[in-house]
């Protein structure tokens, strides 16, 4: 025979124990990969890499519709506020003819941290050369809007790539699950 003590902890238990499985059936959370940026022999001109500028920036799903419709041209002009403010949030690469070899944001990065604590579930990488074309109409494929929670990678390393064309995701993402 159990006693109501017993009985009220079991209880307990039982409930958190189903809360806990239904709160984690779907729920996306924040992986910690090493992020790893090359550019392209697409931007070179003729043998030298101009400068090229690429931003990653971790943000929270309530920003996500802010930064899709955000002008890459505005974000790279020099003196953008949206930029200067996002820095706390961002690492910010630099390649040209003497430093043309691939970065990385490691996965023990600390920015990871700072992502989880703030609840970032994406980041957008944002690419600036002058061999870069904007688009006439349409998507910026400088700029591209990548998921970073464990429902979508199984790997350990994504590898990003800076084309004249565009932010290539190399590293294939696993479908969404309907």
């Known amino acids: 025979m ?82 200067n403010d996002s820095a706390g949030a961002a690492r910010q690469f630099s390649f040209d003819a003497g430093a043309d070899k691939p970065q990385t944001i490691s996965s023990k990065d600390p920015i990871w941290e700072s992502w989880d604590k703030s609840g970032v579930q994406k980041v957008f990488v944002l690419a600036n050369a002058r061999t870069m074309r904007p688009p006439q109409v349409g998507v910026d494929a400088r700029k591209a809007e990548i998921p970073m929670t464990t429902d979508r990678w199984d790997v350990s ?22």
């Open 2 to 83: 159990m006693n109501g003590t017993t009985r009220n902890a079991i209880g307990a238990a039982l409930v958190l124990g189903v809360a806990g499985l239904l709160g984690g059936c779907g729920a996306a959370r924040l992986g910690r990969y090493d992020l790893v940026v090359t550019p392209d022999s697409s931007l070179r001109e003729g043998q030298t890499l101009p400068p090229v500028k690429v931003d990653i920036v971790g943000v929270k799903p309530a920003d996500v519709t802010k930064w899709q419709a955000y002008s890459v041209d505005v974000y790279f002009s020099g003196s953008d506020s949206f930029r």
């Open 157 to 178: 390393k994504i590898d990003i790539v800076i084309k004249a064309s565009g932010v290539d995701v190399a590293t294939p993402m696993k479908p969404v699950k309907e």
